[in-house]
């Protein structure tokens, strides 16, 4: 809306940029190709709402208030920009709309998910595979599929600065995924605490640790906050 900051992650000639320049109050174009740098300010030397920055992403100063992201972002450092966005930023990434590659957008949305960081994105936010990209949708085509990804940020269950915490939390209990959910837990709370986290939130104690839900892994995460003293916190 006229109210958004939204950053285009990977501008390129600025496709996508000359579309958010109409309706957002502020786009930031971000491009690591020195060329296509100039390109973009040559585009947008008169648009007064365009800020064309030339470095990697992964050393852009991301802003310290809200935005929104909507960018066809560059495949190679996608689990760079993922971390960038919903980890580091979660105090202020509302969401987007983003094109990546379609193998790990479908890694997203396994059943069984290994990965504690892709835990922690469903946590906070709505991700929703909107369709499939084919490579006949770009200029030059790229060798593999593509896929769009809408991001909504949801309510924060927990004061964002657990973050780190709740992260360590998700990261030691999937340190061995084949683990049941009953002997992952017993590593961190004892076998009393463990019974009755079972029977407050319906857990399957028998299955294995990375068939948790997210609201499974909060509710889990927010008991041990409760009942385990912090020394024997994950960290």
């Known amino acids: 809306s006229n109210q958004d900051t939204v950053l285009d992650i990977g501008a390129g000639k600025g496709f996508l940029t000359v579309h958010l320049v109409k309706i957002a109050n502020n786009v930031v174009a971000i491009e690591n190709d020195t060329a296509l740098v100039e390109h973009l300010r040559k585009l947008f030397s008169d ?77 906070f936010f709505d991700l929703k595979l909107v369709y499939e ?53 017993k590593s961190i709370f004892r076998k009393s605490q463990v019974r009755s986290i079972s029977e407050k939130f319906g857990l399957n104690l028998n299955a294995q640790i990375v068939c948790l839900s997210p609201s499974q892994w909060v509710n889990c995460f927010l008991e041990m906050l409760e009942v385990v003293p912090e020394k024997f916190h994950p960290s």
Do not use: W
Request: proline share 8%.
């Open 47 to 123: 648009a007064r709402n365009v800020q064309v920055v030339g470095c990697d992403f992964r050393n852009f100063a991301v802003p310290k208030f809200p935005f929104k992201v909507v960018s066809n972002i560059p495949y190679g450092i996608t689990s760079d920009i993922f971390k960038i966005l919903m980890f580091e930023s979660l105090g202020n990434f509302l969401g987007g709309s983003i094109v990546l590659q379609l193998e790990p957008t479908q890694k997203l949305f396994s059943r069984k998910l290994y990965n504690p960081y892709t835990v922690f994105y469903h946590t």
């Open 133 to 185: 990209v084919g490579p006949e949708s770009f200029l030059p085509p790229p060798t593999v599929k593509s896929a769009l990804l809408n991001i909504k940020r949801k309510h924060l269950f927990f004061d964002f600065k657990f973050k780190a915490k709740y992260l360590a939390f998700i990261s030691c209990l999937l340190e061995k995924p084949d683990l049941s959910v009953k002997t992952a837990l």
